[in-house]
């Protein structure tokens, strides 16, 4: 069947269920934990043990107070946020937001789809690098053939693979007390490695893509229910979009967060307490828990691995492609057919495949994903700046500009983004 006949036979969007009810604060939360993330979370749970459970619990309002304002801007003003940095900020700031974006992005997804190609291989052997071609061709495909409205069931769906990482938990001794304990009360190390991995959790958990992707989200979901509108033009409308926006936003951050504190202590029980403690890859970690917690733990991190993946691939590279197209004025959206929104789709394909092609040339996944979070810590922090600053703006946002309790939770974030990122240089010496 043509895609046109597609988008012409699907009914009108309608939130039916929790998954509806959720909507795309789940996939921005879950896309969160990509294998990027496992890497990171479990060289740090094999590296401290349970020392940085509590990171979980410190990140988790900070995280979700930004992504909420960021899909505020979306809901309030009917465009996404390089739309609206493009109306009210000086060009020099958006392209430079952008194109930054575009970069870190791109890394991400040839270290994402890579990390996928070698959990594949670990699982059935084979040739890895005809699975990294196989996956970036699988989740191109996806978001060139499929309309978002029937695209995104899919991705709330594939969400719940993310509980490959708390099933591993069933197969393992979980010393409890200790956990509590590492968690609700922390002794925090003052040493290097100690402020590099904080750097790492917090540039892994709060990234300027999903700034991008969850403001466009919320407009075109927007946009495919014939009953709402941007809240600047229905203010009527703003008590019911926000409370689900609000709900939403902070489920699929607590989701997320979960997630992550398990798989950092899935490395601490299962690693790092039989001394296995130089884990670079998500790959690695997946391979280290075979001969420890045996094969269903090994399957289980395997199979996340890829799940997350196809999960956060598209993610990554719809959020270049909605930054790159807003910023130029064009045509833009996964609801679009691919000949309405020609460049849209380019910036898709480009992402997916040089990310593809990074691969191979041989990537090294340790060096890819360091410089991934070093520019994602350097745009992260002036960016939630100029967020704030535009959700504060009546010009903006109109009667919706931040209540207090995001105002406190965003500068709170902004805040101690800008600390990460100084941290992030004192490391380098």
């Not at 959720?22 to 979370?41: K, N, R």
């Not at 071609?133 to 991705?155: A, D, E, M, S």
């Not at 790492?200 to 919320?218: C, K, M, N, R, V």
């Not at 360091?370 to 009546?394: D, E, H, Q, T, Y």
Request: hydrophobic share 50%.
């Amino acid at each position: 069947m043509r895609r046109s006949a597609l988008y012409m036979s699907a009914p009108p969007a309608r939130k039916h269920g929790i998954l509806g009810l959720i909507g795309p604060g789940l996939i921005t939360g879950a896309s969160d934990d990509d294998p990027s993330g496992i890497a990171t979370y479990s060289q740090v749970g094999s590296q401290f043990g349970l020392g940085m459970l509590w990171t979980m619990l410190f990140s988790y309002p900070l995280m979700a107070g930004i992504q909420e304002i960021s899909a505020r801007v979306g809901r309030v003003t009917g465009h996404g946020l390089a739309e609206s940095l493009r109306r009210h900020y000086p060009k020099w700031v958006l392209y430079s937001a952008v194109g930054l974006l575009l970069l870190a992005n791109t890394i991400n997804i040839g270290a994402d789809i890579g990390a996928m190609g070698a959990a594949l291989h670990l699982l059935i052997g084979g040739p890895a690098h005809l699975y990294v071609l196989g996956f970036g061709l699988l989740c191109l495909g996806l978001q060139i053939f499929i309309p978002y409205r029937r695209y995104v069931p899919y991705l709330k769906w594939l969400c719940l693979g993310l509980f490959a990482y708390v099933g591993i938990l069933f197969a393992v001794k979980i010393p409890w007390p200790a956990v509590l304990h590492a968690t609700f009360l922390p002794r925090f190390p003052f040493t290097r490695p100690a402020l590099t991995a904080i750097v790492a959790i917090l540039g892994t958990t709060i990234s300027p893509y999903l700034f991008f992707w969850q403001a466009s989200e919320e407009v075109e979901e927007q946009q495919n229910d014939p009953t709402e509108d941007a809240l600047i033009k229905a203010p009527e409308q703003g008590r019911r979009q926000l409370g689900d926006l609000r709900a939403g936003t902070w489920i699929g951050m607590a989701f997320s967060n979960a997630v992550a504190f398990f798989i950092i202590l899935t490395a601490a029980v299962v690693l790092n307490a039989h001394g296995i403690k130089d884990i670079q890859t998500s790959s690695q970690a997946a391979e280290a828990l075979r001969p420890v917690a045996g094969r269903f733990a090994f399957l289980l991190f395997s199979l996340g691995i890829i799940g997350t993946g196809l999960l956060a691939v598209p993610v990554l590279a719809g959020s270049s492609a909605y930054a790159m197209g807003e910023a130029g004025q064009w045509p833009v959206g996964l609801e679009k057919q691919p000949g309405a929104a020609r460049s849209f789709y380019w910036i898709i394909a480009a992402s997916t495949l040089v990310g593809v092609g990074l691969n191979v040339v041989h990537l090294d996944p340790v060096r890819a994903l360091f410089w991934s979070a070093v520019v994602n810590g350097v745009v992260a922090a002036p960016l939630m700046v100029i967020i704030m600053l535009m959700a504060c703006r009546k010009d903006v946002m109109g009667k919706f500009t931040l209540p207090t309790r995001l105002k406190v939770l965003g500068w709170a974030a902004t805040a101690v983004m800008a600390a990460v990122t100084v941290g992030m240089f004192a490391t380098f010496g």
